[in-house]
């Protein structure tokens, strides 16, 4: 089964941009055009920001911005700020009709 | 605005039974795809299981087919886990989440609304 790898942290500074991967490993699935990124502060319910590799939901601000090489999915956030502190999640079709996350990044505004 | 509340969580010996609820307002519940998914403490998320909007379809995770049912009473805008045989590794928060845009499963489409949770302990 195909599984998602994403580093455990990520910082930067406010302003700057910062960008994360998430990498599908054990390919038994040709399809990785559906990543989903999420967004989850402490205690909170995750928010989805990123769907279909790059489509925004109405609300996020464009400041997110998602894109695909290979077998890598990326989020970049631009102009950082202190609320983007949070752990965010990638996702992506599993195979047989299930899901995979990757284990999340922590991004830390420094 | 969209609501999901889930409920039923608590300590439960290894081997035992728990049903988590949540309820569902502010959509027409039938029309989309419903879905659990849990977050061990420190951890990442993993998807659970699915139910089509009818509830004539389930699907399952491999770590709980056989010992998790799903199920909805769509009169009620409810959706249940039935989690039986429960080990320490089930131990989470358990999330409900709905489908963006369908009302059958497919595990393509993101989830546009959480709910906040409910805790599940497994021990003795």
């Known amino acids: 089964q195909s599984a998602l790898t994403q580093p455990p942290s990520a910082s930067g500074s406010p302003g700057q941009s910062v960008t994360m991967s998430c990498t599908r490993t054990n390919d038994d699935v040709d399809d990785y055009g559906y990543v989903s990124w999420y967004q989850q502060h402490p205690g909170k319910a995750p928010k989805l920001i990123i769907f279909e590799i790059s489509k925004r939901p109405s609300g996020v601000p464009d400041r997110f911005s998602g894109s695909k090489s290979g077998n890598t999915a990326s989020l970049t956030i631009s102009g950082l700020q202190a609320e983007d502190e949070a752990h965010y999640h990638c996702?992506?079709?599993?195979?047989?009709?299930?899901?995979?996350f990757g284990g999340g990044t922590k991004l830390t505004v420094l | 605005e969209v609501q999901l509340l889930e409920s039923g969580g608590g300590l439960v010996q290894p081997g035992g039974s728990l049903r988590v609820s949540c309820a569902a307002s502010s959509f027409t519940f039938s029309r989309y795809a419903m879905s659990w998914v849990r977050q061990a403490p420190g951890k990442g998320l993993e998807w659970v299981s699915a139910?089509?909007?009818?509830?004539?379809?389930?699907y399952y995770a491999d770590s709980v087919r056989g010992r998790f049912t799903t199920s909805r009473d769509n009169s009620k805008n409810m959706l249940y886990l039935q989690m039986n045989r429960v080990s320490a590794d089930d131990t989470a928060v358990y999330y409900c989440?709905?489908?963006?845009?369908?009302?059958?499963?497919?595990?393509?489409?993101?989830?546009?609304?959480w709910g906040l949770g409910t805790l599940v302990t497994v021990s003795s």
């Open positions: 996702s992506s079709y599993g195979g047989s009709s299930t899901v995979v």
């Open positions: 989440a709905k489908d963006r845009d369908h009302e059958f499963w497919s595990g393509y489409r993101p989830f546009d609304y």
């Open positions: 139910i089509s909007g009818t509830g004539g379809r389930t």
